[in-house]
């Protein structure tokens, strides 16, 4: 579950990003699910194909690109993040405190590897955020929003590119 008090969402290569910058469109501040789309491989290997984040169980009707925002650089995308722009100073926070690579060390990606986590970057919140191994994909990224017929967002979907 992705905590968005402010409602102003992140959507970025949480590792090549050094701005978390949220997207130009808002949605109504509260405690929505994340999904992970996985896709398998192999017999011995499955990859995350999108993340989403589902603001309703509405109909999407139409879909449009999420702009503004931080980006998901070509080639160097190798983690997916959500968050709300209002915890983005815990996890500013909690990335300055670790000893390197950070992307390890959130609690729920403890032990064997892992393909997504969501974490509280502040012990002391509630609030938390999404990552999501998007490593498999080729980088470049994009977010887009499944709109309502009313044009309230429905879901966020972001693509890794996985699937051609």
């Known amino acids: ?17 050094t701005d978390f910058v949220p997207l130009s469109r808002g949605v109504t501040p509260g405690v929505y699910p994340v999904e992970a789309s996985v896709v ?3 017999k011995d290997e499955a990859r995350i194909a999108g993340a989403r984040i589902v603001f309703s169980g509405a109909t999407v ?15 160097t995308t190798s983690l997916g993040l959500f968050i709300d722009a ?13 000893d390197g ?3 390890y060390e959130p609690p729920k990606t403890l032990g064997k590897a892992w393909q997504v986590a969501c974490f509280t970057p502040d012990d002391e919140r509630p609030e938390t955020c999404a990552l999501f191994d998007s490593t498999a994909g080729d980088g470049g990224f994009v977010s887009y929003w ?3 017929a009313m ?14």
């Open 146 to 148: 499944g709109l309502d």
């Open 86 to 98: 209002q915890t983005v100073p815990a996890l500013q926070s909690y990335i300055d405190d670790s």
């Open 61 to 75: 009707s139409t879909w449009e690109v999420a702009s503004g925002g931080s980006a998901y650089p070509p080639e």
């Open 151 to 164: 044009g309230t967002a429905v879901v966020l979907v972001t693509d890794f590119n996985l699937i051609a």
């Open 1 to 17: 579950m992705l905590h968005l008090p402010s409602g102003r969402v992140v959507a970025c290569d949480a590792i090549a990003t």
């Open 40 to 42: 398998t491989v192999s």
């Open 101 to 103: 690579e950070w992307w």
